[in-house]
């Protein structure tokens, strides 16, 4: 399993296929924010929401991928691996993203969401082994160079907040458990599918999340704000949840969790655009140059996907 993720190369399919995800995982600040200006919900209600319209689908794909003959069964240790990486990916790193998206706009939460490729490429480096190419040092100099002229201009116009560094440092924790999540999904995907990893980890997110929400939810709030708050959880649940997670998911699968990290540096550039459109979120000079960098790293990536093969 090591070895296959080490030899993972670059293809035109699951660069794309990366791509599509990290850009509809972007959309998911911008829904939050225009959410917590037009309802009156906190993030722990929202993120409920999310997870209870996403229900369904990885339901179902679990059912139906328990149900294939040439899946067998996980065994102790493979069912202990999903359940914390899904408790890390999208339990943990959820609720500390939906709670920073309180006080941060969205553009600067992520960028500092998108430190966690560098964590990501690090465990893999470290822990499992994983040799870290070239194409993909220098992809990530690009990144987060350009990352880090950005957050050096927002920095110019957020700090008036008086929870703002909180808002940065909660945002900070959801990128080093989304790190492990990645760094750890990939190890277990080529062994127990894409389809069933991520049905399963977000299974376990959700029990986490309504359990968290039966002890300290505010089920008067839920109620308050049926309808409209219930319409924004059923878009994250598709558009910023259902979906790319998938996608990433088959990225994963098809050109290993490094190179998946990397691709995903598209995300802050996305966003930046998304919030100067639809929030109204000041666009400048470094964010400019910064995102000049980012696209170039991305396409760094992409570049080698016609003469490499998987």
Known sequence: MEQLQKNKGITLAGFAITFLGAILFSTKAIIIKVAFAHVAINALTLLTLRMLFSLPFYGVTAILAAKKKENPPLSRRQWLYVIVLGIFGYYLSSLFDFMGLQYVSAGLERLILFLYPTFAVLINGYYFKQKISKLQWLALLLTYAGIGLAFAGELQLDTSSPNFFWGCFLIFLCAITYSVYIAGSGQIIPSIGAARFTAYAMLAAT????????????????????????????????????????????????????????????????????????????????????????????????????????
């Open 207 to 310: 029990v986490g999340i309504f359990l968290h929400f039966l002890i300290a939810g505010n089920f008067e709030q839920l109620r308050n704000t049926a309808g409209s708050a219930w319409i924004y959880g059923l878009i994250l649940a598709i558009f910023a949840t259902v979906i790319p997670s998938f996608l990433i998911s088959l990225g994963m699968k098809k050109i290993g969790s490094n190179n998946v990290a990397i691709i995903s540096g598209i995300g802050p550039v996305s966003t930046i655009l998304q919030a100067y459109w639809i929030l109204g979120e000041k666009i400048f000079l470094e964010q400019i140059i910064g995102t000049t960098l980012v696209v170039i790293g991305v396409l760094l990536i992409g570049w080698k996907t016609s003469q490499q093969k998987s």
